[in-house]
């Protein structure tokens, strides 16, 4: 059982530091989410490891995880976030699961911190600040963009120029050949704006009877396939196309 004092706001660091917590127990989500809030975090919630990889394109500053959970377990979840957005992100494990076992995997996953059920409010705010005073220096934003070899990494999307391959959180992502190449193109040279006219004269070249509106019907398509990072795909009105991976929108 959590704190019954839960009810009285416990105060704490007053920042802007934004915290998911994730727990498929909704009244424990609200509990701690009240709390944190109150102790001036901005706060989310989230009521699987699935919902929660999807919210972490929101940039966290630290993710609360509890551990068992449905189809995906926080450890696994904990897996992803190192892998797909970051290895900086301060993580806590909140679970029922207090053997010296699950403490080393959790740790071994790149865990700051293992509370034990049952905690109290005021036990998880202080480890919360404790752990943010030790990482204020990192970076636990999401991964960096950066290339590796003939791969480009934008969080948690991989393009293989190699392989013709793009993948999504490890998960393969099935794209036509030109789907693929315009993907590559726009993404080789993000924050750069191609026409119409360039993407069908790079990647059709000189087929004929293509007309311009073809171009809008396959990046449709390829903003859907990459969801929930088709946002990327930016339309600048009148000019074309870009892709940036800053683009919250």
């Not at 706001?9 to 944190?36: A, H, Q, R, W, Y």
């Not at 900086?88 to 740790?107: H, M, S, V, W």
């Not at 700051?112 to 202080?126: C, G, H, L, Q, R």
């Not at 220096?137 to 999401?142: I, L």
């Amino acid at each position: 059982m959590v704190d019954l004092h839960h009810k009285f706001p416990i105060k704490g660091k007053m920042t802007s530091k934004k915290i998911l917590v994730v727990d498929d127990e909704e009244d424990l989500c609200e509990i701690l989410s009240f709390n944190l809030r109150k102790a001036g975090f901005e706060t989310d919630v989230a009521y699987s490891a699935e919902e929660a990889y999807l919210k972490l394109k929101n940039n966290y500053d630290l993710l609360l995880l509890d551990v068992m959970m449905g189809a995906i377990s926080g450890f696994k979840l904990a897996e992803l976030v190192r892998e797909d957005y970051s290895t900086e992100i301060p993580i806590i494990f909140i679970t029922a699961k207090d053997r010296e076992n699950d403490k080393l995997q959790g740790f071994g996953l790149g865990a700051d911190d293992y509370i034990s059920k049952p905690f109290s409010v005021k036990e998880v705010i202080a480890r919360v600040n404790a752990v943010l005073s030790r990482t204020s220096g990192s970076t636990n934003s999401k991964k960096e963009n950066k290339v590796q070899g003939n791969t480009l990494l934008f969080n948690a999307i991989r393009i293989d120029a190699t392989s013709k391959k793009v993948t999504l959180g490890g998960k393969e992502i099935k794209l036509t050949r030109k789907e693929f190449e315009i993907l590559f193109m726009l993404a080789q040279e993000q924050g750069k704006i191609f026409s119409r006219p360039d993407i069908l004269d790079k990647i059709w070249n000189d087929e004929a009877y293509v007309m311009e509106r073809t171009v809008d019907v396959h990046i449709a398509r390829l903003r859907k396939k990459i969801e929930p990072f088709g946002h990327y795909i930016v339309n600048r009105s009148g000019y074309g196309y870009c892709f940036d991976p800053n683009n919250e929108d």
